[in-house]
């Protein structure tokens, strides 16, 4: 089956060629940018084609590399099990009649690989390196040297961290907290590998402390779309279930690379080709996994006979979704009209949209006004493309529109998201069979971090609740995102930096303005499992504080419940709740679970409980306890949810680190749908959290309705000389892990400073491919922000667009630069320039 292009087309016959080397300038601290990794860069011809042997091998040697056979095969089978863990990595779900035997990819097995490794990060290892030394290596280095195994602290004025016991390093948080003139002097950042009990204690803390300064990676991803469909149909999440996109007509992936960020998926999109789907795939770049899929699980398919997947690809301009998805919206109303005036079948979904929409009027009005030129300059595509795409949407009765971050990190990301939920409202594809909204997301329990209440903007009722359960007033006045905590770092208002996981000084927008605020800190406190850039950007003092990882059994060390093992559950991107249980022996037992972390700093913190503290019991509405007695041991013990007091440090701090059944009967208390939690999270499929508009077509909006919006987009201006850049993950990585050198379905191997641009623009801007040249990006405030030594590749990407890997193009972001509305990075939209370097 042939797959019909729309837009650039690829290039064949592109010999592979080796660059030469990267020229090497005076060291300076940013070499951990640059250099030694580069120095054999070679670029091949992209594939058409994803997974198959190349997975396969790729996962045997990863595995290899790093565990051997026997502990590659018993950690490998159990990812995503019922009774195994779930996967670091992405947040795709399993089928919905549970797992199969096999439920990974490449990206998870290379997650679990690099968590499982036997190599150590140990008090030696930081012995030997001084700050400034690995301050001038790479990511992919520090990645390489293993699992952290005890806590480190790092004295004001030292160049080497030494070793520290958990007490005096809680002793360290603790004075500096004590030391803050108010709780919103400290900010505390979650990645979403945190597991939901993990995060619920930690945003009780943060809350018990006084503050909601509780920023996250969500801010940086997905906060674009939290915020459109919140405000368009009432809640911050997709609305399908993976049985949704096998019965779907029609699948649009928007803005997402699933080969290489969610390999899975390409399961999923294969079983609803095979089911009669159509898919259109909108993306500035052709990726490989979209055009054939060699599924590894079958036979034939590994032999090159895989699916093809895209049945077109529309290349558009970067940012452009919104424009086109009104497009979109303005043909279907068109449609209508012609298929109205002739006596046909209407076309849009009039019952639906009388029902369960308002701003109809409005919306319409403003479609129909939009003036094609302007549609196609901002899309990049032509009208013909256009009706072209239309022949596959109007036969569609029942549409899936899936989309990552290439829809969620630019200015006006909100209303492109808008733009899409407007696109589905106009014919009832919300809260039905094979239709909706799947927002995919990229890190393992982001949604589930958001859902048990780690968001600096919490909800009057989360509040509420956490008060009545756990009998303490939290704090009303909303906190810092990531943005603005870098911000209050710059100008000295934040003086305490905590993370809870992931690595925020390569993570963030404008590297340099970003590592500055933390420099300015009194104290940085960074919970690991491994060694990242954050740990060598510090405040005055820092400390290391080594936490299992999901693939490690999590013991009771001491008291009572010595000897039980703990379970955690995570939230996938379809809002299904899953039990994960770690079965590799931790690589030092000087390691704490992020739970015990958060409790013992809490513990060190708010000081022992007082005398007269009442044993608190949570009360179901007939007057009966919600948690019932004689429940077996490690699963949901008896034991008090809160405080009778009203004071922070009768808090069942203690219980909460031994029990996670505990944590979870306080998440059913104060969130939603948690209902009987424990023992539903441990069924062979999990549970499903509720969904309104999903289950019954219920609006929690401010209307009571699914409201359709009025977006008024404005263009990128890009000046002569200039091109818009994407920042993007290479097939090597995950997030800011950099796992190797090579991004085997793009064709560039063993090295990362590329900048894929048309072959076009090159001619244009008097260029050639293989020149080494430094990124600038242009923004209002005349700053220049520079990436240094990139080698520019002739690539099929859209005309007028480029796109590079971060975190090493993470400079050219401003931090100002931000989503309206979300305040998220614009890391898809960066207007840049060329300046050619002398090899």
Partial sequence: ??????????????????????????RTDRDHDVAEDDR??????????????????????????HMGVARSANSLLRINQPFGFQCPSCAWPEPEDGAGPIEFCESGAKAVANEATRMRASREFFARHTLDDLRGRTGHWLEQQGRLTEPMYLAPGAEHYVPIGWDEAFGVVARELHALDSPDEATFYTSGRASNEAAFAYQLFVRALGTNNLPDCSNMCHESTSKALGDTIGIGKGSVSMDDLVAADLIIVAGQNPGTNHPRMLISLEEAKEAGAKIMVLNPLPEAGMQRFDNPQRPLELLGRGTHLQDLLLQLRLGGDGALFQAFSRLLLEADDAARATGGEPVLDHDFIAEHTDGFDAMQEHLRGLDWDALERETGLTRAEIDEAMGLILPAKRIVVCWAMGLTQHRQSVAIIQELVNFLLLRGNIGREGAGLCPVRGHSNVQGNRTVGIWEQPPEAFLDRLEEALGFAPPREHGLDVVDSVRGLADGRLKVFFALGGNFASAVSDTDVTEAALRRARLTVQVSTKLNRS?????????????LGRTDRDVVPDGPRRGEEQFVTTEDSMSVVHASRGHLEPPSSELRGETRIVCGLARAVFGPPTHDGVARRHESPDGRSSMPDGQASGVDGDCDLGTSTGLVQDLPWEAMADDHGLIRRQIEAVVPGFDDYSARAQRRSGFQLPHPPRDERRFETATGKARLTVNRLEPIEVPDGHLLLQTLRSHDQYNTTVYGLNDRYRGVKAGR???????????????????????????????????????????????????????????????????????????????????????
Avoid at 768 to 790: I, K, N, P, T, Y
């Fill in 1 to 26: 089956m042939s797959t019909r292009r729309i837009g650039t087309p690829v290039f064949r016959g592109r010999p592979g060629r080796k660059l030469p080397p990267l020229p090497r300038r005076g």
């Fill in 40 to 65: 054999g860069l070679h670029v091949g011809e992209p594939k058409d084609h994803a997974v198959g042997m190349g997975a396969t091998w790729s996962i045997a040697k990863q595995g290899m590399r």
């Fill in 535 to 547: 740990h060598l950007v510090t405040g005055r003092e820092a400390l290391i504080l080594p936490t």
């Fill in 753 to 839: 400073r590329v900048v894929l641009v048309h072959p076009d623009d090159l001619g244009r801007l008097g260029l050639q491919d293989g020149a080494v040249v430094d990124l600038v990006s242009v923004w209002h405030d005349g700053a220049e922000r520079r990436a240094e030594r990139f080698k520019l590749v002739g690539y099929p990407t859209a005309r007028g667009c480029a796109a590079a890997y971060y975190p090493e193009t993470n400079p050219l972001v401003p931090l100002d630069s931000v989503a309206e509305g979300s305040n998220t990075p614009t890391s898809k939209s960066v207007v840049i320039r060329f300046e050619p370097v002398a090899v």
